[in-house]
């Protein structure tokens, strides 16, 4: 319209770097997702987000308890409860931790904890795809150096900490003084892109074989991100420490309640000094208001939720979902089309995540969403370059007939595929439909 505004000069060159996202196909968008789509796509994988049984336990529980609707504050000033404190012990409890913190969401926490909590001259080694909120505050640390490791790789952990050891880095100039640098070692239990699960175990015996588990002074510390196995992972949904019975020999968890549990916030799971210390350093947790009652009731009505009987044969549907949509997807019956040009995971996940690689995962995801199946292509920068995916998460909510539904469809678009390409190959031979043309320039990317 003419009488808008002229842009200003920042605006300029904002627009200009949007408009380079947009060519490279990498523009973020607000989308919504439709009821009748079925959901391949959320973080809810236990489907509790429309679970009746569970709203209506939260309503009682917001009657019952009947706090007021505004935490009023900080934490630290008037946004503490005796609710708040009660929920962090019990769940923490849950986890077979000794204390817990409560954070408005799990970015925060993540961010928070990875600013303050190593020191000056101390190192954090880490997989290289964990979440951005790691990288975040790693990067307002001040004091800690920060090595990648290789991707679910022991060896590569190995390599990095001998290295660290051999080197100058772990106690150049602290020795008799600090004593040596501590070492923190950042990793998932579920990779949110890609849906592997970590060698925890491996990981932890790795950590104490080359430094030891901290006690003696210096020594590792490692780091577990949960959020992908909150709810779905280890008995009763308590996730990967818990299944492999790690909980005294990790530093400290995060589980978020902002996926499986469909709530929001997370919490730090550690010991009571690292607790306190986190209330003192944390700034994402100092300088913001706290939870508000309506989270809190909805974080202990999914912890009920997990305690009770109806938790475990949605995890059980869950898991047998997870098998039949991997033996679907790799049956030898599946066409030469559809294993040429998708990128399969190899061995069954553990997790409800799949990662399905191929050249233009916006095309599949947009003739998936036509067809009333939700799933989102992911591409760079969120995921490593040439990585670009369709994600497919399954839920509790899903039935074998969606999942057979959803690898019919991907077997079609292949097929289609495949004959856009032979046909572009012979030089066509007639002239092509509107949405066939629109087809053909998505090929004459590949
Ligand atoms: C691995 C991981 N950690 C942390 C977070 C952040 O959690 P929240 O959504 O509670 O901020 C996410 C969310 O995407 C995640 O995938």
Same mark, same amino acid.
């Not at 989308?31 to 959320?42: E, G, I, M, R």
């Not at 529980?61 to 019952?64: A, D, T, V």
């Not at 609710?83 to 009660?86: M, S, V």
């Not at 779905?232 to 995060?254: M, N, Q, T």
């Given at each position: ?9 920042? /605006? ?6 949007l ?11 607000l ?12 973080n ?11 709203k209506?336990?939260?309503?009682q529980?917001?009657?019952?308890a009947d @706090? ?11 946004g503490?409860?005796h609710?708040?404190?009660?929920l962090e ?8 931790? /000794?204390?817990?913190?409560l ?10 904890f ?16 964990v ?12 004091s ?5 490791? =290789? ?12 290295s ?11 020795? *008799? ?6 070492v ?8 949110s892109?890609? *849906? ?5 175990? $491996? ?9 030891g ?5 210096g *020594?590792?510390?490692?780091v577990?991100?949960e959020?992908h ?34 709530g929001n ?13 986190l @209330? ?6 100092i ?24 938790h ?23 066409s ?25 995962p ?16 992911v ?21 074998? =007939?969606?999942?057979?539904r ?5 077997? $079609? ?8 390409a032979?046909?572009?190959?012979d030089?066509?031979?007639r002239? @092509? ?5 629109? =087809? ?7």
């Open positions: 319209m003419d009488d808008q505004p002229p842009l200003t000069p920042l /605006e300029t060159k904002l627009k200009h770097l408009t380079q996202r947009h060519t490279n196909s990498t523009l973020r968008t989308t919504l997702t439709s009821p009748s789509q079925a959901d391949f796509s959320s809810d994988f236990l489907s509790l987000s429309t679970n009746s049984s569970l209506s336990s939260f309503l529980e917001l009657h019952r @706090l007021p609707l505004g935490s009023g504050g900080s934490r630290l000033l008037d503490n409860s609710y708040a404190e009660r012990r019990d769940v923490a409890s849950f986890h077979g931790a /000794e204390a817990g913190l954070f408005t969401s799990g970015f925060d926490a993540n961010a928070g990875f600013a303050c909590v190593p020191q000056r001259g101390d190192v954090v080694v880490f997989d290289a795809l979440h951005a909120s790691v990288h975040d505050g790693m990067r307002l640390s001040r800690a150096k920060t090595i990648p490791f =290789e991707h679910n790789s022991v060896a590569d952990l190995r390599r990095v900490l001998t660290l050891v051999e080197g100058e880095e772990l106690g150049a100039g602290r020795a *008799g003084r600090e004593g040596k640098a501590h923190f070692v950042a990793v998932e239990a579920v990779y892109m890609d *849906g592997d699960v970590a060698p925890l175990r $491996e990981i932890v015996d790795t950590v104490e074989d080359v430094l588990d901290g006690k003696g002074g *020594g590792g510390y490692v577990v991100d959020a196995a909150t709810g779905v992972l280890g008995p009763g949904g308590r996730g990967l420490v818990c299944a492999l019975g790690l909980e005294r020999r990790v530093f400290a968890r995060l589980h978020t309640f902002g996926k499986a549990l469909a916030g997370a919490i730090i799971l550690t010991s009571p000094t690292l607790r306190t210390y @209330l003192n350093y944390a700034r994402p947790l300088y913001t208001t706290s939870l508000p009652f309506s989270s809190l009731a909805l974080i202990r009505t999914s912890y009920a939720f997990l305690r009770s009987p109806p475990a044969p949605l995890a059980a549907h869950l898991h047998a979902l997870i098998q039949t949509l991997f033996h679907l997807l790799t049956s030898p019956a599946r030469p089309a559809f294993t040429s040009q998708l990128r399969l995971p190899s061995t069954c996940p553990q997790s409800p995540i799949f990662s399905i690689q191929l050249q233009d916006k095309a599949l995801a947009s003739f998936l969403q036509k067809r009333e199946m939700m799933v989102r292509a591409v760079p920068p969120t995921v490593p370059e040439g990585t670009q995916r369709v994600r497919v998460c399954l839920h509790a909510g899903n039935t074998v =007939e969606d999942v057979r959803l690898v019919g469809a991907m077997g $079609e678009w292949c097929e289609e595929q495949a004959r856009l032979d046909r572009a190959k030089g066509g031979g002239e @092509l439909e509107e949405g066939e043309r629109k =087809e053909e320039v998505v090929l004459a990317r590949l």
